[in-house]
């Protein structure tokens, strides 16, 4: 399986951007999407997952209610909208997948239960 990130950018506190992840070469149905970031000279971290059909979710505390995650297994994509960032949201996003299908609260923000992850997208947050 193959992920491509886009939609980072530069923009400024309060605003929002939308990621998008576009899979490949795999059944994008049957995968847990989840997001990631990593800020500089921090440990990547889980942000949110979404479920095989879309309809069960899961964030980080850092996201929720700014953060929504969602997927259209008609175009292989997951995305993210981000509202309301903020200077510390900084970071380069990993989207990734997990061949699991079912959201399992207990590992879904552990990196090592992803198999596959995409190339990271930056979004820099300026105050």
């Known amino acids: 399986v193959q992920l491509q990130a886009s939609g980072g950018g530069l923009v400024q506190a309060g605003a929002s951007l939308r990621l998008s992840c576009a899979a490949s070469g795999g059944t994008f149905s049957s995968y847990v999407m989840a997001w990631f970031r990593q800020a500089p000279g921090k440990e990547r971290e889980f942000v949110a997952a979404?479920?095989?059909?879309?309809?069960?979710?899961y964030y980080a505390n850092s996201g929720k209610g700014r953060f929504t995650i969602s997927r259209d297994n008609a175009k292989n994509t997951v995305y993210l909208q981000m509202n309301s960032l903020k200077p510390e949201d900084t970071a380069v996003y990993y989207c990734?997948?997990?061949?699991?299908?079912?959201?399992?609260?207990?590992?879904?923000?552990?990196?090592?239960?992803?198999?596959?992850w995409g190339q990271g997208t930056q979004v820099t947050v300026s105050s």
């Open positions: 979404i479920n095989w059909s879309g309809r069960s979710t």
């Open positions: 990734a997948a997990d061949d699991a299908g079912a959201l399992r609260v207990g590992v879904v923000s552990l990196i090592w239960e992803y198999e596959y």
